[in-house]
């Protein structure tokens, strides 16, 4: 019989597994390969859960499940936040030389610096022992959710920044085809100009 905090435990295990779940579909609509971590920590979540209720250390067990689903929050979060940082990557490598995206993009700076503190996060997370993962699971999802909201932002973005860039390229091909013509008619009326006086 399970006494009431082991009860209790038993709610927060449930709570944490239905929001890993909620994470994990989250990642899963990304890249369906970025679910094995979270999916193995739910694995053995669900591994101690069976341990506690044989009565085999219930307690001790019921806390490894806590800490796996937090990690499985974590994981499926943290996978999603590196698909994420590498799409943001590709956007800022393809418009690294372009002006027209502080344009289209209002406070582009200021999203740059949050990626950056983002990304940075991370990676000291990951440097971080791998069972403390689960103290930064709540960070982890709001990172990962702010940096939807980003990457969504930016692919957006993309359409309005191309047809900026279109008629850009168009203007300068017509101020160098502009130049060029004037080029040859000055040729043309200096060569007419020195064959009349020849």
């Given at each position: 019989m399970l006494s009431k905090a082991q009860i209790k435990e038993?709610?927060?295990?449930?709570?944490?597994?239905?929001?890993?779940?909620?994470?994990?579909?989250?990642?899963?609509?990304?890249?369906?390969?970025?679910?094995?971590?979270?999916?193995?920590?739910?694995?053995?979540?669900?591994?101690?859960?069976?341990?506690?209720?044989?009565?085999?250390?219930?307690?001790?067990?019921?806390?490894?499940?806590?800490?796996?689903?937090?990690?499985?929050?974590?994981?499926?979060?943290?996978?999603?936040?590196?698909?994420?940082?590498?799409?943001?990557?590709?956007?800022?490598?393809?418009?690294?030389?372009?002006?027209?995206?502080?344009?289209?993009?209002?406070?582009?700076?200021?999203?740059?610096?949050?990626?950056?503190?983002?990304?940075e996060r991370i990676q000291h997370n990951k440097k971080q022992n791998r069972d403390s993962r689960d103290q930064y699971y709540e960070a982890c999802t709001n990172d990962c959710d702010r940096l939807k909201d980003i990457e969504s932002l930016l692919n957006i973005s993309r359409d309005e920044i191309n047809v900026l860039e279109a008629r850009d390229v168009k203007a300068t091909r017509r101020f160098i085809l502009g130049i060029l013509i004037s080029f040859i008619s000055l040729a043309l009326i200096a060569t007419n100009f020195f064959i009349s006086k020849a």
């Open positions: 038993l709610e927060e295990i449930v709570r944490l597994f239905e929001k890993a779940e909620k994470d994990l579909k989250k990642s899963e609509h990304l890249d369906t390969k970025l679910t094995i971590p979270c999916i193995n920590e739910l694995r053995y979540a669900g591994y101690h859960i069976a341990k506690a209720t044989s009565n085999d250390n219930t307690d001790e067990n019921l806390k490894k499940a806590v800490g796996h689903c937090k990690r499985a929050i974590y994981d499926a979060n943290e996978s999603a936040i590196v698909f994420l940082l590498e799409r943001i990557a590709t956007f800022q490598n393809d418009y690294s030389k372009s002006p027209n995206v502080s344009t289209i993009v209002l406070g582009y700076s200021k999203l740059k610096q949050e990626i950056l503190e983002i990304s």
